[in-house]
């Protein structure tokens, strides 16, 4: 039983830091119908980032805000450069960019920064973790749940409450309708691809907290696609929802199945997970089914 | 030649399915087989053989993804799971049952085809992107996680999965050089490529078009879209187990690391510079990015001296060279190298009239 609360609580805080990814992916989706491959090199990208920043002495806190400042110009830049000439291309098309994106990112990024594993140094959450009754949790999965919750929120509200978020929110629901109302479709797509470049960066980071930082981490990214595919492609909340469930999962099968089949299981139970969701429930959570006519 | 010449004349419709229609072409592919099968082997240099037979055996693994892609319009992610299973398979039924080469070719072919449509089912009921989920899944459990942590492990661990030199053989010739490979690879993509032209033109071809350009107006028109599409799945394992068959012959040891997701991802690629939905293309994809990346490797060894970080880190920077080369062909050239060729051909057929 303190094994099973145990890994629910952590599957649910590293299952935060995958929302925050997928709100990410998702919302690139919902703006401009790109489907992102690249999600694993944008967590990479900022995870070096901030690992860099904070190596050469940057507070942790500075290094972060950094990061997500490089992540908008990057995400405004990767906009402009590769995807703004693909809207309305076939899907193949785009999928294919961003195939290619992430292995140029990843290899600019093994280039920069190599492939050995690297610390954040000193660690920056103490290493002494909390004991709440019977369950005992590494304080880096807690502040990185804080972090990520924090983010969601502000993400959330940044679409509920701004003049920007509005419009991105117009731009998903109807592009043509938004855009005879004056709404600038380049600039909530270069938006779209700063939030998630940002949101990467910040999940990446945390994830690197957690295990050390290396090539590893991006494929940690690429689960956001179990998360979203669970959740419903253009759905925001079942993003979120789809990425904790995934993280809950990942945990439980690495500490249950695994005595089953030893081995890489926790790897690759998500995966398994979203075969068996898209063969019951092909349109995810609260996905949107497309009907489809000749 | 995509146009005769004036006062060619069909009569019937077995002239008009013909491959090599003109005394031209018939002089081209004669040239290109005497190329391919007497003067390359005999005048080029171990170096570029041992080239050759990786542009083989990217053409070989890259006929399946442009079946499924470029023909079937089925977009597949983990077309690597399916090599790897040829590879295994063929390594261990000669490994542990000692069949000939050809027979554990065969059957790992079949079991390729097999294990490819278990992952091509869903299918069935998904297309577009849940469908490259399906396959990404398929490469991920079967790469990552069966062959990895069992297959791999079996015959007690650290042992490797490697042929004793001079295993591979069919009858009595074996096959333990770069030029025995070489001979071996340009008869397996012959007939590779003849099955698969003959298959696209055939009523199993045509089935697969239509469901490429639509596939709700193919059912309608009476196509069994879930038979097509899981034969198209069968037939790309079949070349996949194919190819990894192949590639036990160069590999020293059979490892999971050969392949991997990023192996899959680059056929994709591959058949996309070339061009999709076209065999040409396969053959151009193959070759530019095979020789660009060599080329590139020349490239950077004379600067080697003044940057060092350049040659240790050479795998990154093709890496990325192959990323930036996948996204400035879809940007600018979106139909590939294969089109090019058609334009280039269709130029000079008109020349000095081209209009």
């Known amino acids: 039983m303190e094994l099973f609360i145990t890994t629910l609580v952590t599957g649910v805080m590293v299952g935060s830091i995958y929302a925050l990814v997928a709100l990410g992916w998702c919302l690139i989706y919902k703006c401009s119908g790109v489907l992102n491959l690249a999600m694993g090199e944008l967590t990479l990208i900022g995870a070096y980032v901030c690992l860099s920043f904070y190596n050469w002495g940057v507070p942790f806190i500075l290094a972060l805000i950094f990061t997500m400042i490089i992540g908008i110009i990057l995400g405004f830049l990767t906009e402009r450069i590769f995807l703004r000439k693909l809207i309305g291309e076939p899907i ?8 290619g994106l992430s292995f140029f990112f ?51 509200s940044f679409f509920k409450y701004t003049r920007w978020g509005l419009s991105m929110q117009a731009c998903a629901d109807d592009e043509m309708a938004a855009l005879s109302l004056g709404v600038s479709a380049k600039f909530v797509y270069a938006m779209a691809w700063a939030i998630a ?16 930082l290396n090539i590893s981490v991006g494929y940690l990214g690429l689960l956001v696609l179990p998360a979203v595919v669970l959740g419903g492609l253009n759905s925001v909340p079942g993003a979120i929802v789809g990425g904790i469930i995934i993280g809950v999962l990942q945990n439980l099968s690495g500490a249950y199945l695994d005595q089953y089949f030893p081995g890489g299981v926790k790897e690759i139970a998500p995966f398994a997970f979203m075969v068996i969701i898209l063969l019951f429930l092909p349109y995810g959570l609260w996905g949107w089914e497309r009907i489809e006519r000749v | 030649m995509s146009w005769l ?19 031209f072409v018939w002089g081209k592919m004669i040239f290109l087989f005497l190329f391919v099968y007497v003067l390359f082997p005999r005048f080029a240099g171990l170096y570029w053989i041992g080239v050759a037979n990786i542009i083989g055996y990217t053409v070989l693994s890259a006929l399946g993804v442009q079946l499924l892609i470029g023909y079937c319009g089925q977009i597949t992610l983990g077309h690597a799971a399916f090599i790897a299973v040829g590879a295994y398979v063929c390594a261990l039924s000669i490994l542990m049952f000692h069949l000939p080469y050809v027979v554990s070719m065969i059957i790992a072919a079949f079991i390729a085809g097999l294990w490819s449509v278990l992952f091509g089912l869903p299918s069935a009921k998904v297309k577009g992107f849940y469908l490259i989920m399906t396959t990404m899944a398929a490469q991920f459990i079967t790469v990552d996680f069966i062959l990895t942590q069992y297959v791999s492990r079996i015959g007690g661990r650290g042992v490797a999965f490697s042929l004793p030199p001079g295993t591979i053989k069919i009858g009595p010739w074996v096959i333990d050089n770069d030029v025995e490979i070489y001979y071996l690879m340009v008869i397996l993509v012959t007939l590779c490529t003849l099955a698969l ?69 680059w056929l994709v690629g591959v058949i996309l510079i070339g061009g999709v939905g076209s065999i040409h293309g396969v053959f151009f994809g193959s070759m530019f990015m095979v020789l660009v990346l060599e080329a590139l490797k020349f490239a950077i060894a004379p600067l080697a001296p003044t940057f060092p970080q350049l040659q240790m880190k050479f795998l990154f920077l093709k890496e990325a060279a192959f990323g930036l080369a996948i996204c400035l062909f879809l940007l600018y050239e979106p139909n590939g190298m294969a089109y090019r060729w058609w334009q280039i051909k269709n130029y000079f057929n008109l020349w000095p009239f081209s209009y």
């Open chain 2, 197 to 265: 032209a003959n298959l696209l033109r055939s009523r199993v071809g045509r089935a697969w078009i239509a469901i490429r350009d639509n596939d709700i107006a193919a059912e309608a028109l009476g196509v069994n879209i879930v038979k097509y599409k899981l034969l198209a799945f069968f037939v790309a394992g079949v070349f996949g187990g194919v190819a990894g068959a192949f590639w036990v012959c160069n590999l020293a040891a059979l490892s999971p690391e050969h392949f991997m997701w990023s192996w899959s991802l």
């Open chain 1, 92 to 99: 193949l098309t785009v999928i294919m960019v961003t195939v």
């Open chain 1, 106 to 156: 990843r290899g600019i990024v093994e280039f920069i920064w190599g492939t050995d594993t690297r610390v954040f140094s000193p660690p920056v959450f103490p290493l002494k973790p909390i004991v709440v009754g019977p369950v005992v949790i590494g304080q880096v999965y807690l502040w990185s749940f804080v972090a990520a919750i924090i983010l969601l929120v502000a993400f959330v």
């Open chain 2, 5 to 23: 010449p004036c006062g060619v004349y069909h009569e019937n419709y077995k002239q008009d399915h013909r491959w090599w229609q003109t005394k």
């Open chain 1, 197 to 212: 470049f940002m949101a990467a960066g910040v999940g990446g980071t945390l994830l690197g907290n957690i295990n050390g």
